[in-house]
């Protein structure tokens, strides 16, 4: 297992399309998060799924956006009429439930994509 | 909701120098973590601890749940040890991370 895979690296819109977004977790994690990081902020929580099921989701998240995770492996993250402030790096990570094996890893988070909207 | 405060906001060292990087949480918390983010943008997850010390090579955190804090401690400090470092944190039954602004590290050759 390589790790969190994100596609695309990057991104470049218009404004008003729609994007989506994939992420691969490691394989063996049930737990699978999105956030938002803006230049020189930390990452913001978006959505988080426990396998397929979607428990909970950011205020930040607008009705522009939805996340899925069909069959609980990879998920998707789409945002749709784009504008200029949807601008980020979009970052997944995933991890497992045990109390104990996330003593030991935390969360991996994956490469993210940049999305610029122009 | 809980506030993150990192400090300092920036640090410029010389490599070999040690460092402190402090974290103050305003609230109990079942999960902190401490994060490096490399030049490229990649978030290398360093500690999960939510309470005591843990140590990895050069790199070891301390938290104080009581006092609401956690320290991270670099010793001998490379130039590949340079990046934003984050502290985050969720409570109880909260599995949204909460993050500090962040510690950007320059370590000069």
């Known amino acids: 297992d390589t790790g969190v895979s994100q596609n695309p690296r990057h991104k470049i819109t218009k404004r008003g399309q729609n994007v989506t977004f994939r992420c691969d977790p490691i394989s063996e994690h049930n737990r699978l998060y999105w956030y938002r990081q803006t230049l020189g902020q930390g990452p913001e929580f978006l959505t988080y799924?426990?396998?397929?099921?979607?428990?909970?989701k950011s205020r930040l998240l607008s009705d522009r956006f939805s996340a899925e995770r069909p069959k609980g492996s990879f998920s998707t993250l789409e945002i749709q009429r784009t504008e200029q402030g949807d601008s980020a790096m979009y970052l997944c990570a995933s991890s497992l439930t045990d109390r104990e094996e996330l003593n030991n890893y935390g969360y991996t988070f994956g490469s993210g994509t940049r999305l610029t909207v122009v | 909701g809980i506030q993150v405060e990192q400090s300092p906001p920036d640090l410029i060292l010389q490599e070999g120098a040690n460092s402190t990087l402090r974290c103050n949480f305003s609230d109990s918390v079942n999960n902190l973590q401490w994060f490096h983010q490399n030049p490229w943008g990649q978030l290398i997850n360093l500690f999960y601890?939510?309470?005591?010390?843990k140590q990895n090579g050069r790199l070891s955190a301390t938290t104080v749940a009581t006092e609401r804090y956690s320290l991270l401690y670099i010793s001998s400090s490379q130039t590949t040890d340079s990046g934003v470092y984050f502290c985050a944190v969720s409570m109880d039954s909260n599995y949204q991370l909460i993050w500090g602004a962040g510690t950007k590290l320059i370590i000069k050759p």
């Open positions: 601890i939510p309470s005591g010390t």
């Open positions: 799924f426990q396998n397929e099921a979607q428990l909970e």
